[in-house]
């Protein structure tokens, strides 16, 4: 397994518990849907970086080729971003205390870094959630360059997330 950091701004962040990706947009019975039922969701997150920053990270081990090479993208301005993943539960892994089929993986370990430099955990209570714009660093856990999953994110500099307010009472 290798470990990757990733430096980048975060999009659409949906790392919390409750927040994860469970399909509901998708076809019931469709394949996608199907496998996403059978993790529990997944958390996910756009990581928006430069040319650089991409060469560097599939150079370090991020795939860039294959179904999870699918996972880099361009938005409408040319932006490239790796769409970031973690399943909540994996069916593969065994549980090491009670040999069950699937563990529970949770979200991503969430921490950030403080004006000291220093490093603190999130709290969400306090720290709300991640909003678009902030500067984070993502830590992946990459097996056998196929498989890559967002283990950790370091918050450098937090923009806090506002929801959009309805106008005209709707």
Known sequence: ????????????????????DLGANLPEGSDQRVKLESVQGQYVMNLFMTKDAKKQAIADGVPNKGMVGQLWKE?????????????????????RDTGDQGVVMGTPKIVMQTEDGGIREW????????????????????????????????????????????????
Do not use: L
Request: hydrophobic share 35%; charged share 30%.
């Open 1 to 20: 397994m290798a470990t990757v950091y990733v430096e980048g701004t975060a999009q659409f962040a949906k790392v919390f518990e409750g927040q994860q």
């Open 75 to 95: 938005d409408t301005e040319g932006e490239i971003y790796y769409k970031c993943t973690r399943k909540h539960f994996n069916p593969k892994f065994v549980d």
């Open 123 to 170: 709290d969400k209570e306090t720290d709300g959630v991640i909003g678009n714009g902030s500067k984070v660093v993502v830590k992946f856990n990459v097996w056998q360059d196929k498989i890559c999953e967002m283990e950790a994110i370091k918050v450098v500099e937090h923009i806090k997330y506002e929801p959009e307010t309805q106008q005209g009472g709707f």
